[in-house]
């Protein structure tokens, strides 16, 4: 290589690597600060101050809300309305006369770019409003806006979104390369994709009616984010779905749960949130039916499709058992399975649910080898997640059954442990189950471990495929060996969500 060519590459490397050391490098998570910080901080929303403290917290983004004065000002407000003063009908110099509450004046949109553009880690994720006074004037404030980002040289930092679906192709127009993200919740992801606008930031409530929303914008590469989510158990509920942003006047905790998530190298393969009305999701769920012992000298009639003992509703799956004469059982009630719709070879299985109570209940979340029906029990493999007996309160039983280890001979692996409340809240019972162990853990904490010794399938038949059920039981060698309580029926176990990730 001469030294001609030998500077030219030089030259060229240097200068590559000088581009790529000033690229834009956000923070790694996915937590948009929704009007800044300001909930836990006592800060004014969308004020400086609620940025910087977005900014000091680390989050991703920051969101604010962008307005025109009557005399052509762009300023930093969500309502249309300042301190009593309509924004589009007053002049700026009216408005700054009442300060913020932490004595900041009504910022602009160029003070709020020059404050965030002291940092390279968070987004500026700019709403721009629509205004009342009609499109025009809307087209107006938007190309202010793009304007004003470009004069400051801000693009990198800035992600449009609007309500207004006009205002975001206004900003396409004026600038090919911006970030833009449509909040309304009305247009499909292959429009969105259609039209070039980009991304979707819609209510979580529409993105949780419909649980492929999230999955079909990612296979057009169409971003998704969800506002505004302040329940650490709808952050859950996205976050495990790998949403790219979500929007919270929480974002002390959901950085914590985002964390937490990350860390995960597992992910979410199969779930069922419940957010559907009527029978259970025949899709996921079938029934095993009848009033034949089951076994256990139980002594419920499991139904088919019967709503009096299987329901959806406001989020929540019931199963009731009741006192209801059928067919030739006392009590009527569901057991729900997942054969043949869905089955698993080790992962994570997490269900949160809330006990039924009272002398008599038998409930349980288990697993059946999928073979059980050439191999047998219990030679198939049983993971019990978790087994309750009314009549040992506040109680819960993690187990496996094998051919070596089961009931029948007294050598199940087992453990019993206090649960508090398990009758009026909510608890989330998991199996992590691997190659080479079973753990049974309680809202998050490993109780119970039991490893894989590596004998024969007589130990450990755990490595085919097993299938989930859910249950409510009435009696039973177990369930009622202390009689049963007639006065606590009808007795229902209800199931918030359950999830598969491997």
């Known amino acids: 290589m001469n030294k001609h060519v030998i500077s030219l590459f030089l030259a ?11 690229a834009q ?3 790694n998570n996915k937590i948009v600060a929704h009007r800044g910080a300001w909930k836990n901080t006592g800060a004014p929303q969308n004020s400086i101050a609620s940025l910087e403290n977005a900014i000091k917290l680390g989050c991703v983004g920051s969101e604010f809300d962008v307005r025109m004065t009557k005399d052509e000002v762009l300023v930093i407000n969500h309502d249309a309305h300042y301190e009593g003063m309509d924004i589009e009908k007053t002049d700026y110099a009216e ?21 965030g553009k002291k940092q390279t880690k968070t987004m500026l994720v700019t709403e721009i ?4 006074a009609g499109k025009e004037r809307a087209m107006i404030l938007a190309e202010k806006v793009v304007k004003t980002v470009q004069k400051l040289k801000a693009q990198k930092w800035v992600v449009y979104i609007s309500f207004d679906y006009d205002i975001l192709k206004k900003v396409r127009e004026l600038d090919k390369n911006a970030k833009l993200q449509y909040l309304n919740g009305n247009i499909s992801a292959a429009q969105l994709q259609a039209d070039n606008i980009g991304g979707l930031d819609y209510h979580f409530s529409v993105l949780q009616k ?3 929303w999230i999955a079909n914008a990612k296979k057009l590469g169409v971003a998704t984010n969800a506002w505004t989510v302040n329940d650490t158990l709808v952050m859950d509920y996205f976050l495990v779905r790998n949403i790219d942003y979500l929007t919270t ?5 959901a950085l914590v749960r985002d964390a937490r998530f990350a860390k995960e ?4 393969v199969w779930s069922d949130e419940f957010n559907y ?5 025949a899709s996921k769920w079938g029934y095993e039916v009848g009033g034949k012992g089951w076994g256990n000298n139980e002594l419920e009639y499991y139904t088919n499709a019967d709503k009096s003992n299987a329901l959806v509703k406001n989020g929540v799956l019931s199963i009731t058992a009741r006192k209801n004469k059928f067919e030739n059982r006392d009590y009527t009630s569901a057991r729900l399975l997942t054969k043949g719709k869905a089955e698993w070879t080790y992962g994570r299985i997490e269900v949160r649910a809330k006990l039924p109570k009272g002398r008599g209940t038998w409930p349980a979340i288990w697993m059946l080898g999928s073979n059980i029906e050439t191999a047998g029990w219990p030679k198939c493999g049983e993971i019990d997640i978790m087994e309750h007996v009314g009549y040992d309160p506040d109680t819960l039983v993690g187990t496996i059954h094998t051919q070596a280890y089961n009931h029948v001979k007294g050598t199940q692996k087992s453990k019993k442990i206090f649960i508090k409340n398990p009758y009026t809240e909510f608890h989330v019972y998991a199996v992590d189950w691997t190659p080479e162990r079973m753990d049974f853990l309680l809202d998050g904490n490993v109780y119970l471990s039991i490893p894989n010794e590596h004998k024969t399938v007589n130990e450990w038949p755990f490595d085919k495929p097993e299938y989930l059920l859910l249950n409510v039981a009435v009696g039973g060698n177990w369930g009622g060996a202390k009689g049963i309580d007639e006065s606590v029926f009808p007795a229902k176990m209800e199931v918030d969500y359950v999830r598969v990730f491997q």
Not at 249 to 253: A, C, G, H, I, V
Not at 265 to 268: A, C, D, G, V
């Open 129 to 132: 409003k629509p205004s009342p």
């Open 95 to 115: 408005l700054i006369k009442k300060p913020l509450k932490n004595g900041e004046h009504l910022p602009t949109l160029e003070e709020y770019l020059k404050a």
């Open 249 to 253: 006047d929480e974002p002390e905790k």
């Open 25 to 27: 490098s956000f923070y």
């Open 12 to 22: 060229f490397w240097t200068l590559s690597f000088s581009y790529f050391s000033k």
């Open 210 to 212: 419909d649980e492929q």
């Open 277 to 281: 009305s009527g029978l259970p999701d």
């Open 265 to 268: 190298i597992r992910k979410l």
